[in-house]
């Protein structure tokens, strides 16, 4: 969901050599925005929906074709104050995926009944599914200690990667200093946003900019101070200075007080999350394993070409890789 009521992140569009190299995409948050916009046609109804490895396929392909190599990053346990833990659904959604992948079947009534039936449990099984997709491509996959956008603002952050590729602009109060939400690298732009124009926006530094997204509602806190949005937010801390402050101003007494400040320190989680030996280099293909994978959507004689189609890309970027290193 994000920031609630945040409509000043300076969004532009910029030249997307901006990012050329390795960048973090929220896969989780990327997919669902994408899916739960997408109407079905009644011909496909009765289909296993894979629209999000369609969607994966083609950022992934995208991506590579233009030098860029995006690492797929999926939540670990949900964060506590953003949802329950269902550990149920996730088994579920997981003997669901393994029943699919040992029939690759797309016209499984059961499979694709259970999926339509449950949002959750079908971005269970999307997360699988891309995570099988993304290897058998030979792009690096993460899973994080909890919310993916933690570890994507921790990698680009720690200059890992270029920018966190996300729809929401939570990666930037989680440190992110560049986050992108739309990409048209066909085109060669990006439409992004960075931490250092929107505290030089808005006057604040992070630690008021973390305290402004709890004030407006976040994921961590849905309501936030009612009545307060980003530009009456922006004042008062001005002139409070914290969040705190503005609570005790405002006349919130402690017990009211303690759900927005727990809210704020899951900000401050990612300075406990360390990025020191990940692995996200891009390796060759699995051949037999795309195929297999892209064959219910596809068929057999479109998935082996298509396969082919992602070695020679691969093999492009390997040299553009190989040339960059010798002028480094």
């Known amino acids: 969901m994000g920031v609630k009521r945040f409509s000043v992140i300076p969004w532009v569009w910029a030249d997307s050599y901006e990012i050329l190299g390795t960048i973090a995409v929220d896969a989780p948050n990327y997919i669902t925005r994408r899916v739960s ?11 296993v929906p894979l629209e999000h490895l369609l969607m994966g396929f083609g950022l992934i392909k995208t991506a590579l074709r233009n030098k860029v190599l995006p690492v ?47 949002p959750a449990l079908r971005m269970y099984f999307a997360a699988e599914h891309l995570k099988d997709l993304a290897r058998a491509m030979g792009v690096p996959t993460l899973t994080a200690p909890s919310e993916a956008e933690m570890l994507c603002a921790t990698l680009c952050r720690g200059g890992l990667v270029k920018t966190v590729v996300s729809n929401d602009a939570d990666a930037l109060f989680f440190g992110s200093p560049h986050v992108t939400n739309h990409m048209e ?6 439409c992004r946003a960075t931490l250092q124009e ?50 005790r101003a405002k ?13 704020r320190e899951v900000f401050e989680q990612t300075a406990y999350i360390s990025v020191s030996g990940l692995d996200a280099s891009l390796r060759p293909p699995i051949v037999s394993k795309l195929v297999s994978l892209l064959l219910p959507c596809f068929g057999q004689e479109r998935s082996e070409e298509t396969a082919d189609q992602i070695v020679r890309i691969w093999r492009e970027f390997g ?9 480094t």
């Open 37 to 47: 916009v997408l109407k079905r046609k009644k011909t496909y109804r009765e289909r």
């Open 72 to 118: 797929l990053v999926f939540d670990g346990p949900p964060e506590s104050l953003k949802r329950e833990p269902n550990p149920e659904l996730v088994i579920r959604a997981h003997e669901v995926y393994s029943e699919f992948s040992r029939e690759s079947d797309p016209y499984n009534e059961k499979v694709s009944r259970e999926i339509l039936n449950s």
């Open 185 to 190: 690298l066909s085109r060669g732009r990006i």
């Open 198 to 247: 929107l505290e030089d926006s808005l006057g604040l530094g992070l630690d008021q900019l973390r305290d402004l997204a709890v004030i407006c509602g976040c994921d961590f806190h849905n309501d936030g101070i009612k009545g307060v949005g980003p530009h009456k937010g922006t004042i008062l801390l001005k002139r409070y200075g914290s969040l705190e402050a503005v609570l």
């Open 251 to 263: 006349g919130y007494r402690p017990d009211e007080r303690e759900p927005l400040l727990l809210a």
């Open 319 to 327: 040299r553009h890789q190989a040339t960059l290193e010798q002028w």
